[in-house]
């Protein structure tokens, strides 16, 4: 069965450095997205990103957050300057093997960021 | 702002037992909602998934029903297992952004 998945599972960084996590969607899918979950909290959405573009964002993705779909297979979310509280797991998750941005959105396991 | 709350935080009851749990929803303008489960340090799993034009959707053991008018869904387990055991989430879409619960954390007790 197709699935989403994301390397690495787990990056440690200093305060300061860009970090660059990716995401292969599962193949077919048009919408793809980006969410993350600090330890124990609620599952937040970051971004949408369809044809080639973000078509919506939350206020948590400020300016040092940006996505890419860098060629046909990857999709990538860059921090630019991690902070402390950027520590958290971020899930890609891509929908829409049809038309409809209405889809069941298919999670990947899971980029564990740690920012020391 | 769209908020979700799932009720209970967390639950457990002793295998074979049904169950329900609870989400709520402050905006009904949603496209659809879907429930997640979710094992400890893992990734999420679809279960459901139910557009704002239904009513239910069932899969095996599992059966979600949605009142969008009232902001309510819930999260029917029949015949709970030991492997059902995990932390489940309810999510609400709307134009793009998924806004999710806390989630309730289940175990079922062998």
């Known amino acids: 069965e197709p699935e989403v998945t994301q390397t690495p599972s787990h990056q440690v960084t200093q305060m300061g450095q860009e970090v660059i996590l990716r995401c292969v969607p599962i193949s077919n899918h048009l919408y793809f997205y980006w969410y993350r979950q600090i330890l124990g909290q609620k599952v937040e959405f970051l971004v949408s990103f369809y044809n080639n573009e973000i078509s919506e964002k939350s206020e948590i993705f400020d300016d040092q957050f940006s996505v890419e779909r860098p060629d046909g297979s990857n999709f990538t979310l860059k921090i630019r300057s991690t902070k402390l509280e950027d520590s958290a797991m971020y899930f890609c998750?891509?929908?829409?093997?049809?038309?409809?941005?209405?889809?069941?959105?298919?999670f990947g396991p899971g980029t564990r960021l740690t920012v020391l | 702002k769209q908020e979700v709350t799932q009720i209970p935080a967390a639950l457990s009851v002793p295998e074979g037992e049904n169950l329900v749990l609870n989400c709520s929803f402050t905006?009904?303008?949603?496209?659809?909602l879907q429930w997640f489960r979710q094992d400890p340090g893992k990734g999420l799993t679809s279960l459901l998934l139910?557009?704002?034009?239904?009513r239910e959707q069932t899969s095996g053991r599992l059966n979600a029903s949605l009142d969008k008018s009232s902001g309510r869904s819930t999260l029917y387990i029949a015949a709970s297992q030991p492997g059902d055991s995990a932390t489940y989430l309810c999510?609400?879409?709307?134009?793009?952004?998924?806004?999710f619960g806390i989630g309730t954390k289940l175990q079922v007790i062998p």
């Open positions: 139910i557009q704002s034009s239904q």
């Open positions: 905006d009904s303008a949603i496209y659809n």
């Open positions: 999510a609400v879409r709307g134009y793009q952004k998924v806004t």
């Open positions: 998750a891509s929908s829409g093997g049809g038309t409809s941005f209405g889809d069941t959105q298919y």
